[in-house]
């Protein structure tokens, strides 16, 4: 079991910058991606950013030159850099880790952080 407690979600207005992060404890595989989703009002939940356990990273091309991903291994923890934040950036952000089992890749999820950017 894996625990994902997230912070940092709030209120800015558009242009501005808010920093997410996500610390995980519990069973963590040594292989392992850890990343970010959002869930806007009536749209599927999407993937932000995703870093593997070394420097590899994904972005969503809305994002990209936008945020930055980083993780510290040694503290378990994952964080978002957003800045020149928008109003469609809005939504529910989600802490995601990635296991690898034998079974496959399994999903761990946060509770969930609020980020509204207003126009």
């Known amino acids: 079991q894996v625990q994902l407690v997230e912070s940092g979600g709030g209120l800015v207005q558009s242009g501005g910058s808010l920093r997410l992060s996500c610390a995980a404890s519990g069973s963590i595989s040594s292989i392992n991606t850890m990343g970010w989703y959002r869930q806007a009002p009536g749209k599927q939940r999407e993937l932000v950013a995703q870093i593997l356990s070394g420097v590899t990273t994904n972005y969503a091309d809305s994002v990209k030159g936008r945020f930055t991903i980083s993780r510290d291994n040694a503290k378990n923890t994952v964080d978002l850099q957003m800045n020149s934040l928008k109003p469609e950036d809005t939504g529910v952000y989600y802490c995601?880790?990635?296991?690898?089992?034998?079974?496959?890749?399994?999903?761990?999820w946060g509770q969930g952080t609020q980020v509204t950017v207003s126009s």
């Open positions: 995601n880790v990635k296991n690898w089992r034998s079974a496959g890749w399994i999903d761990n």
